[in-house]
């Protein structure tokens, strides 16, 4: 019984002391931002990596998760008489829901997971290590660009999926269902606001983008140096960022007020 | 000072003084801790207790910040080259002249140009890491360490993966850099014949702490352990030295 209490609190002692190390991460990527010198071809790339090269898997999911919406919600909105409905529903849901959250998982496995590797790497190799023998700070040169990259790509992702899964469930609603083109816009255009529901949107992805860039920018910095340890810091980069965002999603979602 | 990871005790109660100018060869068979004390002479590592001096500069005391200050004037060869695998060779070399000095690129291609050719390499700039051989990249990674013209040069093994002919280049270029600009050099090396012909100080890790001396004291040593690493051929080798230095003395 003891053993067990002393492992629990082991466990929460561990706990607390990882997330102060994530805090003081934070801290040193935010205190880095301004220090010179410039980054900007570092983040130039890091965001073609991080943002460009994810726009297919975030069209196809995009239009692919629209295009299930539609043929969902035109169904059961049917059996209410309310199928003139689809495309309120299905921009609200994608703009205050399912945009941000969707394209902050895909961006995650995609993304994140390849950020905390590539830093592993780094690290397993010393390079890490050499970049600080030539005084070079690996925060500053290595995490920076990345972690920004991230922030600025997510909500353009978001954008991006919002707006083909809006394409997808016109598709299949209007094409396949034989709903009104005309009645399904204007549906979309008078439920979602801009300030409330794209700015709520905007802030989530924006989150989800600063969250996953400490957490795979941290991951990749304090992995074990070895295959194994990279492993685990990828595998737990997926895991972390993934709770982090559901529950920094509920989190906004409860403060802006539904 | 004292060095531990987990249970396993690296060093207990080490102390060595390592003279300005000089060359020091760190000997001492796997897992003595070679490695690890180039490490920590560079900062890397800090000791659990005791004190690491490094020109002066007391290394446990200093914050990340100010180590970097300190490692301006320190060049490091780490055993597997430690390149940027993202960057070109010229990328590689050039940076640390680019991030301090903010060099204009096609005067850093010039001087990383003329430093590569000291090395024995002329034409990979615009190559990766990738495309390199191994004694490609470890002589990449030693004009990275000498790019800046530090004060102290840690080289960790400067000879493993090289031909003949590159090891002669490398050796000569050590001393050379060690005899014009003074440098302080700190090598772990299984080369024998090279690190011996160059050391001034051999420094022999053993059970947590070392034996040091010039290579002629280590030679007459009567301590097992030094004469048993040592072996014949290595103490034959420096009694010749000795005598070829003498000769050239008087």
């Not at chain 1, 002692?13 to 997330?19: N, S």
């Not at chain 2, 200050?69 to 597997?80: D, P, S, V």
Request: one cysteine or more; aromatic letters at 6%.
């Amino acid at each position: 019984m003891i053993g067990a209490i002393r492992e629990l609190g082991a466990r929460v002692t561990a706990g607390v002391e990882g997330l102060g190390r994530v805090a003081r991460f934070g801290g040193h990527l935010v205190g880095a931002v301004p220090r010179p010198p410039s980054r900007f071809g570092f983040f130039v790339r890091a965001l073609f990596d991080a943002g460009v090269l994810s726009v297919a898997l975030i069209c196809l999911s995009g239009f692919t998760v629209g295009m299930v919406l539609g043929l969902q919600l035109h169904t059961t909105l049917t059996r209410f008489g309310a199928e003139e409905g689809l495309g309120a529903v299905v921009g609200l849901s994608l703009v205050r829901e399912l945009g941000p959250v969707l394209t902050g998982l895909l961006v995650t496995g995609r993304a994140g997971s390849a950020i905390t590797a590539e830093i592993g790497a780094m690290k397993s190799t010393e390079q890490l290590d050499g970049l600080r023998m030539m005084a070079i700070d690996p925060l500053h040169f290595v995490a920076l660009p990345r972690a920004l990259a991230l922030t600025i790509a997510m909500p353009l992702l978001n954008g991006l999926f919002i707006v083909f899964a809006i394409a997808g469930a016109y598709g299949v609603g209007v094409w396949r269902q034989g709903l009104d083109g005309g009645v399904y816009l204007s549906g979309l255009e008078d439920a979602v606001l801009f300030g409330d529901d794209v700015g709520q949107s905007l802030l989530k992805s924006l989150v989800f983008g600063l969250l996953l860039g400490l957490i795979s920018t941290y991951k990749g910095h304090s992995c074990a140096p070895d295959a194994a340890g990279v492993a685990r810091a990828t595998t737990s980069t997926v895991v972390t960022a993934s709770v982090c965002i559901l529950l920094a999603d509920y989190v906004i979602t409860a403060l802006w007020g539904v | 000072m004292r060095l531990a990871f987990g249970k396993r005790t690296v060093f207990d109660g080490m102390s060595c003084r390592m003279a300005k100018g000089k060359i020091h060869l760190l000997l001492g068979g796997s897992g003595t801790g070679k490695s690890t004390l180039l490490r920590m002479i560079g900062g890397l590592q800090r000791p659990n207790s005791g004190e690491i001096r490094v020109a002066g500069h007391l290394l446990s005391e200093k914050s990340e910040r100010e180590l970097g200050e300190i490692r301006k004037g320190i060049g490091m060869l780490f055993q597997n080259g430690a390149l940027l695998d993202s960057m070109t060779v010229l990328e590689n070399v050039g940076l640390p002249l680019r991030e301090h000095l903010r060099q204009p690129w096609p005067e850093i291609a010039t001087h990383v140009a003329r430093v590569l050719k000291s090395v024995g390499l002329e034409g990979v700039e615009g190559l990766l890491p990738r495309h390199l051989s191994g004694g490609m990249l470890r002589r990449v990674a030693f004009a990275r360490a000498i790019v800046m013209e530090p004060e102290i040069l840690l080289c960790d093994e400067p000879f493993s993966g090289l031909d003949p002919i590159n090891v002669s280049r490398i050796e000569d270029l050590l001393v050379e850099l060690n005899r014009k600009l003074g440098l302080t050099i700190v090598v772990t090396s299984h080369h024998m014949a090279s690190s011996l012909r160059m050391a001034h100080q051999m420094i022999l890790l053993r059970r947590g702490g070392c034996v040091a001396g010039t290579p002629e004291e280590l030679a007459s040593s009567s301590d097992a352990e030094v004469t048993d690493f040592l072996g014949e051929d290595g103490r034959s080798y420096l009694a010749r030295l000795h005598e070829l230095r003498s000769g050239s003395a008087s």
